[in-house]
């Protein structure tokens, strides 16, 4: 296994875990989640969703997610100060800041959760047609240092990327298709596709062929589906979708889908990255 297990609590629980003392809550950077700024933003994510969820006065399952990233994440604790903004029959809108004491506000994101009912249902996206997951080579990152990427499992369907020979003389295509899942095995829920959505390599590390300074800045989730539709079917990876429109003045986005194997589309997301090339 790549990852660190301690006390039998798998290393994605462990990183993201949040505790309420003191008249405050607080969570903790994890060496197995650090990427080459600060901490990965994926780990940041679910920690805010995480502290979230834990919130007595929550009611639903998250609808949309988005997280702006401030600053570098630097090792050691941080507080959280969730705040239920509004409340309506249907939703719950709310904000929380992540916090550290040199930085000051890290990290802050919006959350909105709605209780789904039983209405009517119609799928129009298709699921992209791919490579099994039991057929899909697993990927051997090699050329990659970042700790947070040891910590998932990555099996290329299309466009895998190539790193250390060099920038491309062209531009090559953004778009990619690869199954991701934890390293250690585990069923995967909100908290891990919010984790996930952020997983997907760098648009222009594709692109350009080689590692570059990037660091997302600001990016959106939003869940088609909640916790009782995961667990009624359990699943360990998903297949991610990524693409990117525009490379212009330092700033690039990305587009992305997680596919369940039973072809459901569970979420969408969407970011704008900084670069510097």
């Given at each position: 296994m790549d990852a660190r297990v301690e006390d039998s609590i798998h290393p994605f629980d462990a990183a993201t875990r949040v505790e309420f003392g003191d008249g405050r809550w607080q969570g903790a950077t994890s060496d197995d989640y650090h990427a080459f700024v600060g901490q990965f933003g994926g780990a940041t994510a679910a920690t805010l969703l995480r502290a979230?969820?834990?919130?007595?006065?929550?009611?639903?399952?998250p609808l949309a997610f988005t997280v702006n990233f401030c600053a570098p994440i630097a090792a050691g604790p941080f507080d959280l100060t969730p705040r239920l903004v509004k409340a309506t029959r249907s939703t719950q809108h709310w904000s929380i800041e992540l916090t550290q004491p040199e930085a000051g506000v890290a990290a802050f994101a919006t959350a909105v959760f709605a209780q789904r009912r039983e209405t009517w249902t119609h799928r129009p996206a298709e699921m992209p047609?791919?490579?099994?997951?039991?057929?899909?080579?697993?990927y051997a990152r090699a050329g990659v240092a970042a700790s947070w990427i040891r910590q998932f499992e990555f099996r290329f369907v299309e466009n895998e990327p190539s790193f250390g020979s060099g920038a491309q003389a062209e531009p090559a295509s953004a778009h990619t298709k690869a199954w991701i899942g934890h390293a250690v095995p585990r069923s995967l829920d909100l908290i891990s596709l919010s984790a996930i959505a952020d997983a997907f390599f760098a648009r222009i590390f594709h692109v350009r062929g080689e590692l570059l300074p990037i660091g997302?800045?600001?990016?959106?989730?939003?869940?088609?589906?909640?916790a009782a539709d995961l667990a009624a079917t359990p699943i360990t990876a998903v297949l991610g979708v990524a693409d990117a429109n525009v490379f212009h003045k330092s700033f690039s986005d990305q587009t992305g889908e997680l596919w369940s194997p039973n072809g459901t589309l569970l979420a969408t997301t969407h970011q704008i990255t900084y670069f510097k090339a």
């Open positions: 979230l969820i834990a919130q007595p006065e929550r009611a639903g399952d047609k791919t490579t099994a997951y039991e057929q899909a080579p697993v997302t800045v600001s990016m959106t989730t939003y869940f088609h589906v909640d």
